[in-house]
């Protein structure tokens, strides 16, 4: 079974700091992408930052990287500078690719992420 | 380039009843998958549909079901409504070609089942 691992519920930092949050991921397939999304109170669903599982390069989005240890199977977030408006639930998410195509979106419990001021 | 369309925003049905939702996805984007994202447990895959055919499902009982139209426009449909269906129902739309995948989400539907 595919799974998505998110160990922190709730994280809460100062505005300016940096903060990383953790997602471990588990499953069978060699190609697959992993993503992060940002859930605010409006409730969409903002894509952060993507990673090609075949790719050993780790991707940035400004303010967003990522630790992406393929053998471990971890695909961290870190967001430098954080601001007010990064305050939202945040998803690490996984789609894998087989003969029969993908499965869809296979998603963590979320980490809420709080920026106070 | 307008993002994903999503209606309604809400809706409040009874139990028994049946309820369409609508997907319009991105110009040029051919997938549409849904989700369901509920407090207990989170964010669940539905199905995706790729030019008009049903590509994918997970594992969600039969009334739960779907189409697409011919211009990539979705539904989804929930018969027999349950109060347990109460839920936010996301869809995302990509290119579709299984490769570089990005999908982009809707801001949801919020069904309550009274």
């Known amino acids: 079974a595919q799974t998505v691992t998110q160990s922190q519920p709730e994280m809460s930092v100062q505005e300016a700091e940096t903060v990383t949050l953790s997602c471990t991921y588990d499953?069978?397939?060699?190609?697959?992408?992993l993503f992060w999304y940002k859930q605010p109170p409006s409730r969409q669903m903002i894509l952060v930052i993507r990673?090609?599982?075949?790719?050993?390069q780790n991707a940035t989005e400004n303010r967003f990287s990522v630790n992406f240890q393929k053998a471990a199977k971890s695909f961290s977030l870190k967001i430098s500078d954080s601001q007010l408006g990064d305050t939202a639930m945040y998803f690490c998410a996984f789609i894998a690719f087989s003969g029969g195509g993908a499965d869809g979106l296979t998603f963590g419990k979320g980490t809420h992420l709080i920026i106070q001021p | 380039k307008a993002g994903v369309t999503q209606t309604p925003r809400y809706l409040i049905k009874t139990r028994g009843q049946q309820v369409t939702l609508s997907c319009s996805p991105i110009s040029g984007h051919r997938s549409v998958s849904w989700y369901q994202q509920t407090p207990g447990q989170g964010l669940q895959f539905l199905f995706e549909y790729f030019s008009e055919t049903q590509r994918n499902k997970g594992n969600f009982p039969g009334r739960f079901s779907g189409r697409q139209f011919s211009n990539s426009r979705s539904e989804m449909n929930v018969s027999t409504l349950e109060l347990g269906d109460s839920a936010l129902y996301l869809c995302a739309s990509s290119l579709g070609g299984l490769t570089n995948e990005k999908l982009f989400f809707g801001s949801g539907t919020q069904l309550s089942v009274l």
């Open positions: 499953t069978s397939e060699n190609n697959y992408y």
């Open positions: 990673q090609e599982a075949y790719k050993q």
